[in-house]
């Protein structure tokens, strides 16, 4: 089987968990070899910059300082578990990856994008996504989701950020995927779970 390396970004509240969960249901079926795993997170130290970028006041940190510890999370990442990964031939399925930093803290946040993209340059490198799927969705329809999830009242300090930033989100991922139509790919999140798995299988099955 070819190795993909698949990654799965979007606003709050999209439903890509379960869809990555799901995706690699599928997966595994037709007889992948699997890496699922997170961002901000995915190795012990990752996980540890996660807690402090999820908890706390919504103003704890700077834009560009959210970037900087996202990015030093992402080296020990890339490094431990997906470069490994991709090297013995396994697909990585990671939830989040280097679009969520250029959206979160560069389009709503305001971060510079020119630091963004010395900070890609360097970590990222040629190491990028065959493919990103986008899960697009009303921040407000979002939002709502994110509240009524059994773990809302823990990691929910990007939820608190307020709808305008919420709406700059969104606008961001949908500005990533007009640059990069061949990588990204958008996926409609407004439907069920099911309908919104196949549409998801509909564009990885291109791929495979």
């Not at 249901?25 to 699997?34: C, D, I, V």
């Not at 329809?141 to 307020?162: N, P, Q």
């Given at each position: 089987?070819?190795?993909?390396?698949?990654?799965?970004?979007?606003?709050?509240?999209?439903?890509?968990?379960?869809?990555?969960?799901?995706?690699?249901?599928?997966?595994?079926?037709?007889?992948?070899?699997?890496?699922?795993?997170r961002e901000p997170g995915g190795t012990p130290e990752a996980e540890a910059v996660r807690r402090l970028l999820v908890n706390g006041d919504v103003t704890r940190w700077t834009a560009k300082s959210e970037a900087l510890l996202n990015y030093a999370a992402r080296e020990q990442h890339l490094e431990q578990v997906i470069r490994p990964a991709l090297a013995r031939e396994e697909t990585v399925l990671c939830d989040r990856f280097m679009d969520s930093t250029r959206a979160y803290q560069g389009y709503a946040g305001g971060c510079a994008p020119a630091f963004i993209d010395a900070l890609e340059q360097a970590v990222v490198g040629p190491t990028r996504p065959r493919l990103t799927l986008i899960f697009?969705?009303?921040?407000?329809?979002?939002?709502?989701?994110?509240?009524?999830?059994?773990?809302?009242?823990?990691?929910?300090?990007?939820?608190?950020?307020?709808?305008?930033?919420h709406r700059k989100l969104r606008d961001g991922y949908l500005d990533i995927l007009r640059r990069d139509p061949k990588r990204c790919r958008l996926v409609d999140a407004a439907g069920s779970i099911d309908e919104v798995a196949e549409s998801v299988w509909s564009i990885v099955s291109t791929f495979l």
């Open positions: 089987m070819q190795a993909l390396f698949i990654t799965f970004e979007g606003g709050e509240g999209t439903g890509k968990s379960t869809q990555i969960k799901r995706l690699g249901e599928r997966l595994s079926a037709a007889g992948h070899t699997l890496v699922v795993t697009d969705l009303d921040p407000v329809v979002g939002l709502e989701r994110a509240r009524t999830r059994g773990d809302a009242l823990s990691e929910d300090r990007y939820e608190r950020k307020g709808l305008s930033f």
